[in-house]
């Protein structure tokens, strides 16, 4: 008798399994499977996947690849983390796209009002306005503004032309 119970629990509860795995599939959140970022390649595509960018680098691409083809709004934040003449963990650029049935990409692009700011960023991706995932980047000097700085240090210290003075007797 025990073991007809246990046999029937076992039945009863490993059918109705099933069907819930299929149901939680169903409802599951939509999330993120992975984020590359670009910079350009010169002819306005994206180019090679990298986290490190310069000053002039733009736009700057970001791919996201979604876990689910199910619709949703996907919203990339642009982060300062740690930038020159930014303030700490400032929001720089709010992009939002809601996709469709059977899409599981979303492309976005970002550029700054001149050139960025060289520091410590973070792509922060959200999927319905919850936080999915987020990536870390470095945007470095452009070799023309490392020049400028170097510049004028370098004439600071410039020898100085030493004039004599003749002597009076």
Not at 84 to 101: H, N
């Amino acid at each position: 008798m025990k073991l007809a119970l246990a046999v029937f629990l076992c039945l009863f509860f490993g059918l109705n399994a099933f069907p819930q795995s299929e149901e939680t599939n169903k409802n599951s959140a939509v999330g993120v499977e992975e984020i590359a970022l670009a910079r350009g390649d010169g002819s306005g595509k994206a180019g090679e996947a990298t986290d490190k960018f310069i000053t002039t680098d733009f736009p700057i691409f970001c791919f996201i690849q979604l876990d689910s083809e199910k619709p949703a709004t996907v919203k990339m934040i642009l982060v300062a983390v740690k930038a020159i003449g930014l303030k700490p963990e400032s929001k720089i650029v709010t992009v939002s796209y809601t996709t469709q049935a059977n899409q599981n990409q979303v492309n976005f692009t970002a550029s700054p009002n001149g050139v960025w700011a060289a520091g410590d960023y973070r792509a922060e991706i959200y999927i319905d306005g919850k936080l999915a995932k987020s990536r870390a980047f470095i945007i470095e000097n452009s070799p023309k503004e490392i020049k400028k700085q170097i510049t004028p240090a370098l004439k600071s210290r410039a020898p100085r032309r030493i004039v004599k003075k003749p002597r009076r007797n």
